[in-house]
Structures are given as C-alpha cells and as structure tokens.
C-alpha cells in the first residue's frame, strides 16, 4: 500500500451521527413490532446485529484505501449486476408485496438493489474519474448514463420504481459535480427522470384524493394497501403532534393499520412515537449526516474520491428525502427504505459500506510523507 | 496496485481550500470555482429540501393535528350500535300478541361477492341456493320488453298463469305497476319443476319473462351494490351455523344470529289491529334521518309498516344501544375504545292492548259464521234477484260504554299479518286486495264507511225530540208508504215505502216507531216544513197504499230537515268525521248536508235526499266503529268516548303508565229522551213486536228467539240487551223502491241498566240486519258474558279459557240454513 491511513481524519460526526440514526432505527423498528422481549428472533434485535455487523464492516472498508476499488471498478459493477441479472430468471427471486426483488439466503433474504447502487457508483466515479475533461465529450458522456442506466432499467423492471430513482439519483449528483455542459446535463437529467415520470403521472393524474377516500372508506377495495397505507401513515404522523404517543406508538400503529411500519413506513411510524420534537431532531441529524458527507467531495484528494462522495451524498440525500416526502404525502409511495432507520440488512449495509468509502476518502486525503516517493 | 494516473492528480490535487487560496493571494482554479458553485447548488438543495420536510411535518404534526387525531379516531374506531328488542304487545288479559323471536337470517353484500361470471361466484351463489334451499322464480324484466309490448306480454303472463276475465286486465295492471318502482318483478315466488319448464319456454318468445332463482332475482333487483341483501330469515341454525363456518369460501355472505323477527301468535284474527313490521325501505329510511345521539334505524331494520305497530312505532321501537370500539386492520374487535363504556340498548315499551283476545277470536268466529249463513240461507230460500251480490265480508266492533276502550275490533276477511314480516308473495298480495276476495287487507271496521240504514234512527229520534220536532207523544200513520207528489203534477209522485209495505205500521209513537222500525215515521221526524225554490206549495204527501195503489190522506211535513238533523249527528253524535282511533286509516264517513252536496257531487239538495238522510241510506255513510262509537252514548246516558285500544303502556323499567280516558264530546240531550230511546232499544230485542225479537221458524212452524245464545230459553236471570237493527238499501234503486242489495247491521248494548258491552255488526252484502247480523251479535255477546262468568262456558268459548284461533265452525251456534222466513224485517 502506498498510502497509509490516518484514523485522525476519520470524521467522528458523520460516525455519531449514523450511530443516532441506527439507534433510532432500532428502537422504533423494536417497537413497530409490539415492544416484544429482546430475544434474537426480535426484528429490532435482529436490526441492532445487522448494525454491528455493518459498523465493522464500515471500519474495515474505512482503512482500505478507496483508490484500490477504482482498480477494479468494472469487476465490482459486473459483480453488482449479476445478482439483479440473476433476479430475472424465473427461479430465483422472491416476491415480497408484488414485487420481485429479493433473493434469498435462508435465514436472510438479500436485495441485489440495494447493493448495486454503490457498486455502479463506484463503476461511475471510476469512469469519470478515467475520462477527466474528455467527460464533456457527448460519447463518454452518453457511456455515463449507460452505467447507470442498466442497473437502473432492471430495478424498474421488478419492478422498484424508488430504487431506480435512486440510481437517477445518483447519476445526478454525480454529474453535477463533474459534467460542465449545462444542456447535456439537464438532457441526461430528464431521461434519468423518465420513472419519476411515470410515478408521477400515477400521483398527479390518477384521482388519489378520492381513491384514498374510498379505501379509508372501505380497506377492502384496496387489496394492495397502497393508498390504504398512505392515509395510514398521513394520520399517524399528523395525530403525533408535538411529542408523539411515547414508546409504542399512534393508535394506527397499535392496531396495525399502518403497514410495512418498520420499513418503508417506519418515518410514520416513528412520527406516530416520538412526536414533532423527535422527528425534527432525526431531519436535523441526516441534515447533519448529509452535510459532512458533502464536505467529503470538498476534501477528497482526487477526482475518483470526489465523484464517489458526490455518488454516496446523493443516494442518501434523495433516499431520505423521497422517503420522508411520502410518509407525509409530499411524494409518490415508491417503496424505498430510510437510510440506517428502516429495517431489513442489505440497507443498512449498503449504506454502511457505502459510509465506510466516505471514510476512506478522508482518511485517505493526505499523501504520507514517509511514505510517498 | 496501480495509481491514479498522474495528469488526473495534477488537475484534481490538492483541492487546497478557499481559505488557503485566499491566503496565499492566489486566484482561484476554474476547477475550484466550479466545484464551489456546483457545492453551493448540492447544499442549497440539502437545506432546501430538509426545510420543505420539516415545514410538511411541523404543519401536520402541528397545525393540522386535530383534523388527523380525528380520522385516527374514525379510522380505528367504530361506532357499533346493538339493536333494541321491540316492545311486546298483549292483550287485556296478558296474552302475548305480538313478540320477538331471535333469528338466523343470510345476507349478500354483492360488491363483496366475486365479480360476475368468475366461477367462483357461481360456487356462492350455488352454495346458497342449496343450503338455503332457495326456490326458482318467475319474474319479468320489464327493461327487456319494449315498452309497446308490454300489455301484450303482461296479458299473455297472467294467461299463462290462469288467469281469465277480469283478472287478466287487472293483473296487467298491477305488473305495470309493480314496474315502476322495481327492476324485476317478481310473479311467483316458488315455481316447481313443471311449472319452470313451462315458463321457460314461453320466456322464449316473451320478451322480459324469465325464471330465476329467488337469490338472482333479490340480488337483480337490490337498490345498490353497497347494499346488504337479506336472502333469507328464520334459517334453521345448523344451516346457518354451516354457512358461517365456511365464510372464508363465502365471500360477500353475511349470517346474523341476532335477527330479532316478529311474531304474532295471536293469528290472522288480530291483523287488523296489530299491523305488521317490515324492513325498512330507502325512502322511509330517508325520511327518517335521526336528528342527534344514536341511530333510530339502520338499513336492514324492521319498521312498523300498518296497525298498531305502525302508529305507536315511536313507543314501540326502544332506542338503540351503541359502543365505541377499537378495531384492528382485520376488523376484529380489540375492544372499547378507552375512556368510553358501551350504552345498553333501551328495550320498546310493552303495550297491554284493551283487546280481549278471547272475545276477539270469538267475535271473528261468529262473523265469519254470520256471513257464510247469510250466503246459505239467501241461496237457500231462493228469490235471488239479478244484480244480487252476496256476503263476502264484514265487521264487529265492541267497545266499553264506560269508558270507551276497544273490547274487539274484527274484519272480515282476515289477513295474514306473519307473511308481511317474512316476505309476502306478489300473488298474496294480489289476492289480499282483491275487491273479489273481499279485500282483505282493508280493516273494514274503521275504514269501510255504509250506509248504516235504520239504526241511525235512534239518533234522529234523539235528535227530534231535542228539538222538539216530536214529543214522545207524538203519532204519525203508517199505511205501508207515502207518495210525495211532483210540483208539476199532484196526482203523481215519488213513493217511499216503509219496510212493511202490507198494511203498514198504523198509528206510531217515537218508541213503537224505533221497535218497529217505521219508515214513514222517521220519513215525517226526516222532511221539514219547507217549500223548495219555485215550488208553489209545502212540502207534504199522501198516505198510499202499494198494492191498492190508491192515495189516502194528504198531510203536511213537519220534521227536522237537513240542517237540524247534520247538526243532530255531528254536533251531538259523532258521525261525518274519524273518532281518532290510534289506527290509520280511519274513514270520516259521511254526514252529508247542503253544502257538502254542493261540494262533492255540485248537486242541490232535494227532499228525496233528507228521506233517505231519515232512514240512514243515500249520502250517509257511516264505519262500524262509528256506530259503536256513538252507541255507546245512548248506552252510558250521555257521554261519547274516543275509542282506544292501548290500556297500559308498560316502560322497559316496569312502571305502567294506564292509558287515560277521553272523552270526546257530551251529549246535551234531556236524559229523559235518552231514556226514552234507551227503553225503545230495549224493546227491539225483548218486545214481541220488536224487530230483533223472534223470527218464525218454519222448519219447526214455531216463533224462536233471535238470542238463543245470550238468553237461552228457559234459562233464568235473562241479560237485557238493547239494540237496533239496520238494513242499509245498496246499489240502484228499483221502480217499486226496492234494492237488490242490503247491508245487515245490528248495534246494541248489554246489559240494560248498566251497560258494560257495545257491540256492532255489519254484514256487508248481507241481507236484513235482523235476520243476519243478529245472530253475529248474539254470539258476541254470549261470548262476552261467558268471558265474565255470567253465562257458563263451553257453548261460544273454549272451557279452557283458551282463545279460539281457527275460525272453526260451530253450526248450532248459527241458525239452520233455508229455516227462515224472510220477513223482509228491517
């Protein structure tokens, strides 16, 4: 290795504050399901083992030099696609709620989505990385939208509206950082929206309002729940007041209205406990979280390290964001989890691993001076 | 492990920081400028869009907080209601009259069933037939029939079905309808197996005849697909119970084991009174909406439709209990909500009815007994005349004179008031209003308004001598009819008879006159000494003579007239308007006047019209309850009651509030006239020249009584009973003053000096009220007073004390067919 790493420029905020937010994942995932004792087939207990486990892991990929993964970036973008290749074939995969996105592994069940955001955001920040200026070329321009569109076109095909967003996602925040042609950034910009574009038609122009009206009328005529569960989570975030119900939760809750509340709906969930209090203080904490990650794009030694911070803080941002923005009616139900808050492994360790890259970069930032030549 | 290409650190390292390039005085790279703006962009869209979020949040967390608790509330929290049971209903003597039974009934939501045509629905549908044992139907659908074709159709149907004649037109009519306020419907409701292969093959060139099961029809022509559908109450519970256990291969089939359905023990013989509940329909539902605080009805609840049970609903229906309960995603039950406790539901106040059961069914046996005798005897005897209608129905009323209260009020033809609450078939109803069968449905003995005939002289004579028209000294001359002659000409005229056309009544008194029932008497009382516009001379007549059709003495009237007489019958008595009974339905009859001709028919009153008036035929009409209403006036000596039929209302907490005692009006009649009437009424029923005394037997060549019954021969202490009989003229009037048809009637109290019972009877199309409407009372009457202990039991009533239900006939209760003389006896 020709480069050292420096635990004195791991950053301690970005790391509490993930601690906090796993904290808080656990506590409302425990109580999502009931405050039931803590024995290890508990979901909450189960979350907490999966935190540890991705905390390690985080610190290890922390003191591997992130340049290593520019090497072998088109090896780790083929090994991100191969699982969500493998999901199309008709005998693997699992249907959960419709869709077909999990493989499973006995006692767990894998998401090959998950993982391959961070695997095509490293394929993607190695390419930009290996053009440079010649980005700006409408060929490798179009090759960037690629990496990120096949990925992404198998996960819409799932079909996971929100997780191919994602993808869009990340392609943006990283060509932002890097792209230096306005018109061909907003032209890729707008083909990467193409899902949000159909989640949107179905949010705007279908009749919602009066769809959510019939099915808090009568659950039955919505067998998917979708817009059952809206309404759901509508009413327990907004009958959470100032401080919310306390440890187990809004009535909604409780009678196991709201569904998928330790998951897609845990904001919900966690808003039905903790109130407007708790809530701001979790905003507060991504804001926090999100803004160190930017700084990582600030301090980063290189072009590599650079876009793959920008990949990291984007995938986040819009995660949290679409996530939060349906629970409270704001965006589309798309189906994507909370990041470090919402149940379910390959989440928390993608964002984990992916955290851990960010770490790297710190640390990474400096060339040592007993050992460079 | 390969590094970074050099040129790529040159551009990109080290991202020195603006502080440092500032320090050092230096220009910025363009690298670092565009990094700086395009992190400007990424951290306005961070702060942009957590701000967006926390704004969302705090407005629904916040501001909008309560509008959310509240859908929490509604969303988890149901407000189930627990019906109350209906109150009971019995009669004087405690029998059970009308109840409660708890029942199992199957209910269809169609939105929950499969969708239509999936084979899963036909596994549904075909459960239930099957279980439920669900016959097939004929039903049309009118949608399917073009509207010109209709009749054609219809007509086709109804002869398919058999009918003929008249009925076919009627039935016609009653389809077209039927179809307007209904998608399907239905003609018969349990077809057999013949029968459905019939109308099968003729649904195929009749266009909207189809045959259906029962289920397809009730779901074809459900109002809503929201709606539940109640296919079947009073399902055997093992049924029921199979049903419920497989509601997961049901889906959209409800079973409700707390079907409260009622019950009339009593029979037919109290439909009259009682009424019928019934599901409630969209309009009436409408209708009532409930103001505030729980819910008076829901959609598959029962509501009092005719009777009692509609009139005293408000009594009757309790008020609905209710609970607050949570419910989890699944709609199980958790519990109450907290902080609430459940209202228990408040059970429909009991009515203790002034009915007796007893007499009731005894009073509805001798009626049924009355008419078939009257259609015996009149075919019997022969000399039936064209145009003569027989006996078909009727009605009894007995009433308290002390007090007003109903003791039995019985129409004749009964109906069935349990088919009402179960489903009644459209044929039933057909046939239940069906003027050839009587109408059953019509509660003749509030709503059937006649000409009362010669017992409304008793009121005339009364009225008379209150206006001194006539003292009871006063003598008029009876020569069998009068000649009224035309002003145009004086040797000819209108004749009016008197019922006893040879030789006439001779020389009558107010007291002879009653007894008898003179005619020509009431016709003097009846015409005032008047001369009509552009006569030239009073009003008078001349004795005559029918078979020697010769003229006697002419002589001058000098009665009442119309005014006095409607002022005698509506402002004393109270006829021309409803008593007010807590029954609807209710006719006012008619006490008919100048004004009121003028009103209705546009007609002048002419002195024919107050002859008539005079002997209670023409314009005057009058309900059985009526007559018996103001009888009891002349019973108690002055004083008219509204009549009643609710003794106690008994609350759902025991305390018993007694119904009170109205009265309606008091007469202002000198007692001595009333005593006087009193003492002639006597006369009709124990005079030998009293027209309801005997009757000549000529089977036996001997006189018998007319009350074999009350005052059997030979038995001692002999129960007073003063009465009147009425023969009513119906129809078209022939050239010698005689009508085909006759209403019998017979109003009377018992016993004399203090009366306790009033009863009136009408046979309507039955002949001479002496003849066949006093043997009706008379067993009325024996009943009533077997009831009380003063005549032995076993003869009218069961020794058991039991009410007689079926209307059983007793045939030496009633005389024997063929055996009378018609006396031609008003």
């Known amino acids: 290795m020709t480069i050292g790493h420096r635990w004195k420029d791991f950053d301690p905020y970005l790391l509490i504050t993930t601690l906090i937010l796993m904290a808080f994942g656990v506590v409302a995932i425990w109580s999502a399901r009931g405050l039931g004792p803590l024995v290890p087939g508990d979901l909450g207990v189960r979350q907490a083992v999966y935190g540890m486990v991705g905390l390690t892991m985080m610190l290890v990929i922390a003191s591997f030099d992130y340049r290593f993964l520019a090497t072998g970036a088109w090896v780790i973008y083929l090994a991100g696609l191969a699982p969500l290749f493998a999901l199309m074939l008709p005998s693997v995969g699992t249907t959960i709620a419709g869709s077909e996105r999990w493989i499973d592994f006995g006692p767990i069940s894998m998401q090959p989505s998950e993982f391959a955001k961070l695997t095509t955001i490293i394929a993607l920040a190695a390419f930009i990385a290996s053009r440079g200026a010649a980005m700006a070329e409408l060929g490798n321009f179009v090759v960037s939208m690629l990496i990120v569109g096949v990925p992404m076109a198998i996960v819409f095909l799932e079909p996971d509206l929100g997780s191919s967003l994602v993808f869009g996602a990340i392609w943006a925040t990283m060509m932002l950082m890097t792209a230096r042609t306005r018109t061909m950034y907003f032209g890729g910009l707008a083909l990467m929206a193409a899902p949000a574009f159909v989640a949107a038609w179905r949010f705007v122009f279908l009749d919602y309002q009066k769809e959510r009206l019939l099915v808090s009328y009568n659950p039955a005529l919505d067998p998917m729940g979708e817009g059952f569960n809206i309404m759901q989570a509508r009413i327990s975030i907004g009958s959470g007041g100032w401080t919310g119900a306390g440890l187990a939760g809004g009535t909604q809750s409780q009678l196991e209205l709201l569904t998928v509340r330790e998951s897609d709906f845990i904001f919900a969930h966690a808003s039905g406990m903790f109130g407007l209090i708790g809530m701001l203080a979790l905003l507060a904490t991504y804001l926090i979280m999100i803004w160190r990650c930017l700084s990582v794009i600030e301090v980063a030694r290189d072009n590599f390290g650079q876009c793959l911070a920008a990949g990291i803080c984007g995938a986040f941002f819009f995660q949290a964001m679409v996530n939060i923005g349906m629970n409270i009616g704001l965006m589309p139900v798309t189906g994507i989890t909370l990041p470090f808050v919402s149940a379910g492994s390959s989440s928390v360790w993608t964002f984990l691993a992916a955290e851990g890259v960010l770490q790297s970069i710190l640390m990474h930032r400096r060339r040592l001076a007993f050992q460079s030549g | ?826």
């Open chain 2, 1 to 826: 492990m390969a590094q970074t290409p050099r040129r790529h650190r040159l551009r990109f390292d080290p991202p020195t920081g603006k502080k440092k390039a500032k320090r050092r005085g230096l220009p910025m790279a363009a690298d670092q400028l565009f990094l700086n703006r395009r992190m400007m962009v990424a951290r306005s869209a961070l702060a942009g869009g957590f701000m967006v979020l926390a704004g969302r949040l705090g407005y629904m967390q916040v501001v909008d907080r309560d509008h959310y608790r509240n859908e929490a509330r509604s969303n988890s929290q149901h407000y189930v209601t627990t019906r109350a049971p209906r109150g009971m209903i019995y009669d004087r003597s405690g029998r059970v009259l009308s109840e409660n039974r708890t029942a199992w009934e199957v209910r269809v939501v169609p939105d929950l069933l499969p969708a239509k045509g999936t084979l899963a629905r036909r596994r549904v549908m075909d459960t239930l037939i099957a279980e439920l044992e669900l016959p097939e139907a004929l039903v049309i659908d009118h949608r399917k029939c073009p509207e010109q074709s209709q009749p054609g159709v219809y007509a086709q149907v109804a002869m398919l079905r058999g009918r003929v004649g008249d009925e076919v037109q009627r039935s016609v009519e009653a389809i077209t309808k039927l179809a307007k306020s209904n998608y399907l419907v239905l003609l018969e409701e349990r077809l057999t197996i013949e029968q459905a292969a019939q109308f099968r093959e003729a649904g195929r060139t009749l266009p909207g005849l189809q045959v259906m099961n029962i289920l397809d029809y009730e779901l074809g022509n459900a109002p809503g697909s929201a709606t539940r559908v109640a296919i079947k109450t009073k399902v055997p519970r093992d049924t029921a119970l199979r049903l419920a256990s497989n509601a997961l291969y049901l889906p959209g089939v409800e079973v409700d084991g707390e079907v409260l359905v009622r019950d009339y023990p009593a029979g037919p013989v109290m439909a009259h009174v009682l009424g019928y509940v019934g599901r409630i329909s969209p309009e009436e539902y409408a209708e009532r909406v409930n103001p505030v605080g729980t819910k008076l009805y829901e959609i598959e609840d029962y509501l009092g439709k005719a009777g009692l049970e509609s009139k005293l609903e408000d009594l009757l229906r309790g008020e609905k209990g209710g609970r607050w309960v949570v419910r989890d995603v699944n709609g199980v039950e958790i519990g109450l909500v907290p902080g609430t406790q459940a209202i228990p539901p408040k059970p429909g106040q009991d009515l203790k009815l002034t009915i007796d059961l007893e007499l009731q069914a005894a009073a509805s046996r001798a009626l049924a007994q009355g008419i078939r005798y009257s259609v015996e005897d009149r075919k019997e005897i022969g000399n039936v005349q064209e145009g003569e209608t027989f006996a078909k129905s009727g009605a009894v009323v007995a009433l308290n004179p002390k007090n007003g209260q109903v003791l039995a009020l019985v129409s004749y033809p009964h109906y069935d008031n349990q088919l009402f609450v179960d489903g009644i078939s459209q044929a039933k109803w057909l046939e239940y209003t069906d003027p050839e069968q009587g109408q059953p449905y019509v509660n003749r003995a509030i709503a059937s308004a006649q000409p009362p005939g010669s017992t409304l002289k008793v009121f005339h004579a009364l009225t008379g001598l209150h206006e001194k028209k006539i003292t009871p000294e006063t003598i008029f001359t009876c020569t069998g009819a009068i000649r009224v002659p035309w002003d145009w000409n004086e040797a000819q005229g209108d004749i009016w008879p008197c019922w006893k056309k040879e030789g006439g009544h001779t020389n009558m008194n107010v007291t002879s006159a009653i007894k008898e029932s003179c005619d020509i008497y009431f016709y003097n009382l009846g015409v005032p000494r008047d001369k009509p516009a552009g006569a030239s001379e009073y009003l008078r007549y001349y004795d005559y003579n029918i078979e020697a059709k010769s003229n006697g003495q002419m002589n001058y009237f000098d009665g009442l007239g119309i005014k006095l007489i409607h002022k005698g019958l509506t402002e004393q008595f109270w006829f021309g308007s409803a008593t007010n009974l807590d029954l609807d339905g209710e006719a006012d009859g008619v006490a008919p006047n100048e004004a009121w001709l003028r009103r209705s028919n546009g007609e002048d009153w002419s002195a024919g019209a107050t002859i008539n008036t005079a002997i209670g035929q023409g314009y005057f009409q009058a309900t059985p309850l009526q007559l018996a209403v103001n009888t009891v006036a002349i019973a108690n000596r002055g004083t008219l009651y509204r009549p009643t039929l609710v003794r106690e209302v008994i609350g759902s907490d025991d305390t018993v509030a007694q119904a009170s005692t109205q009265v309606l009006r008091r007469l202002t009649i000198d007692p001595a006239h009333i005593e006087l009437v009193r003492e002639a009424m006597r006369g009709v029923v124990h005079d030998d020249d009293g027209s309801a005394n005997h009757w000549f037997n000529k089977t036996t060549g001997l006189n018998e009584t007319r009350w074999p019954l009350t005052n059997p021969p030979g038995e001692e202490d002999t129960i007073l009973i003063a009465g009147k009989t009425g023969t009513a003229e119906v129809g078209n009037r022939d050239e010698d003053g005689s009508y085909a048809n006759q209403h019998a009637w017979f109003t009377c109290f018992a016993p004399y000096d203090d009366p306790e019972i009033v009863v009136t009877a009408l046979v309507e199309y039955g002949g001479e009220g002496s003849t066949y409407a006093v043997p009706v009372v008379d067993q009325v009457l024996r009943a009533y007073f077997e009831m009380t202990g003063r005549r032995e039991r076993g003869l009218v009533l069961r020794e058991d004390g039991q009410p007689e239900a079926d209307p059983a006939v007793k045939p030496e209760l009633m005389p024997v067919p063929g055996s009378t003389v018609n006396p031609n006896q008003d």
